[in-house]
Every structure is written in C-alpha cells, then in structure tokens.
T-cell receptor, first 122, second 113 residues
Framework: QLQLQESGPRLVRPSETLSLTCNVSGVSIGDTSFYWGWVRQSPGKGLEWIGTFYSYNESPTYNPSLSSRVTISVDASKNQFSLRLISVTAADSAIYYCARQGVVLPTPLHFWSQGTLVTVSS | DIVMTQSPDSLAVSLGERATINCKSSQSVFFASNNKHYLAWYQQKPGQPPKLLIYWASNRELGVPDRFSGSGSGTDFTLTISSLQAEDAAIYYC?????????FGQGTILEIK
C-alpha cells in the first residue's frame, strides 16, 4: 500500500532555502513508471502545482512562476524525492504535498501525502 | 495560464438530493489526438489532502462511489453528486492538466442543509 510522508524543517527564515523530502513506501520509485509531483496550498493562492518529475532520466517540469527558484530531484536508492525552493518569502508559506501521478503525461494527481505546513518567518 | 473558475463558491444541499458544481476553463482543455479532456475533480475534507475523484472529465477514480460523476466538454464541466451523503460535505476543486502550469479552481464548499 502506497504511503507518502514528507520530512524537513517546518520553519524557514526569509531569503533562505526550503527543503522537503517525500519518503515513499509501498512502491519502488525506481521500479515503476509513475510520475511524481509537488503541490502546495495556501489561504491566499489556493492549490498551486509546483512541478512533476519522472524517475527515468527525464527533466522535471516546473510551474513557470517558480521555475527560477525550484528544483525537484530524486534519490531512487533511498526511495525518496525532494523539493528545494530558494530565496523564500512569506508568500511561500503553505502546506506542501507530494503526490503520485499517473504513467503517461499529462496526468492528474492520483494519490497525495497528508501534507506538511511550512512557515516562512524570521 | 489557464484560469479555472468554479461556481458556485458554496452551496448547501439536503441529504439524498443532487449537488451540482460547475467549472469553466479560460481555454479548451481538449486533446483531439486522443479525444480526452484533461480535467480532474478533487474532494478535500478538513485536515485532509485532496482526493482525486474524476479525471479526463468523466472517468471515476478507482474506489470512488458511483454517485459521483463528471461531465462536460470544451471549456465547461460539471461534477454531480446524485444523492448527497453526509460524508460528501467537503470542498471540491477542479484542475486542468492540459497545459503547464496545471491550474486549479478556487474551490466550492459543499455543505449539508
């Protein structure tokens, strides 16, 4: 049974880097053909798609509004993937979700993590 | 960006009655080569992540009760709950995954009357 669990700091200072890891259990990222993604949710912006990646040597696709600051990477040996967002501001405070998508792009978000609240504040 | 606009913002429906939520995209989300609309519906309950209900406008996700159905074409889509149950009280979102960035509607709050 698939489980997704984020880990990482819940409080980040302005101008610093937000880093989250999504730990995957129940399926092997490296052995499957799924796409994986990140989404965030805030009271001000609602649901916002951050980006999607595929574990097999394919460049991630990012939301253009975030592409200059965001990096999604995967560590198949640890069965996890990560989100890195640089130069954060209060507007980046949100609940961050990782998700399993389908096997063919474009694809909806089939299964979501519980989410983790990240606050940007000094 | 494709703008997704839902209506109404909120509605209250009696148990056993039909609930209808609308979603309009600012441009078509139809992919002619495979005859599919790249439109999804999600349900979110308090303290929980969104849950996928419908994708390709009308395909029900595995395990979703058949009282949930999606319809529409072009730029206008509808989520219908045929006989409202107490557990259906939630916020519902539409999403287009046709064009990057994949965008969501603002959400519709569904309450039990």
């Amino acid at each position: 049974q698939l489980q997704l669990q984020e880990s990482g700091p819940r409080l980040v200072r302005p101008s610093e880097t937000l880093s989250l890891t999504c730990n995957v259990s129940g399926v092997s990222i490296g052995d499957t053909s799924f796409y994986w993604g990140w989404v965030r949710q805030s009271p001000g912006k609602g649901l916002e798609w951050i980006g999607t990646f595929y574990s097999y040597n394919e460049s991630p696709t990012y939301n253009p509004s975030l592409s200059s600051r965001v990096t999604i990477s995967v560590d198949a040996s640890k069965n996890q993937f990560s989100l890195r967002l640089i130069s954060v501001t209060a507007a980046d405070s949100a609940i961050y979700y990782c998700a399993r998508q389908g096997v063919v792009l474009p694809t909806p978000l089939h299964f979501w993590s519980q989410g983790t609240l990240v606050t940007v504040s000094s | 960006d494709i703008v997704m606009t839902q209506s109404p913002d909120s509605l209250a429906v009696s148990l056993g009655e039909r609930a209808t939520i609308n979603c309009k995209s600012s441009q078509s989300v139809f992919f002619a080569s495979n005859n599919k609309h790249y439109l999804a519906w999600y349900q979110q309950k308090p303290g929980q992540p969104p849950k996928l209900l419908i994708y390709w406008a009308s395909n029900r996700e595995l395990g979703v009760p058949d009282r949930f159905s999606g319809s529409g074409s072009g730029t206008d889509f509808t989520l219908t709950i045929s006989s409202l149950q107490a557990e259906d009280a939630a916020i519902y979102y539409c999403q287009q995954f046709y064009k990057v960035p994949h965008t969501f509607g603002q959400g519709t709050i569904l309450e039990i009357k």
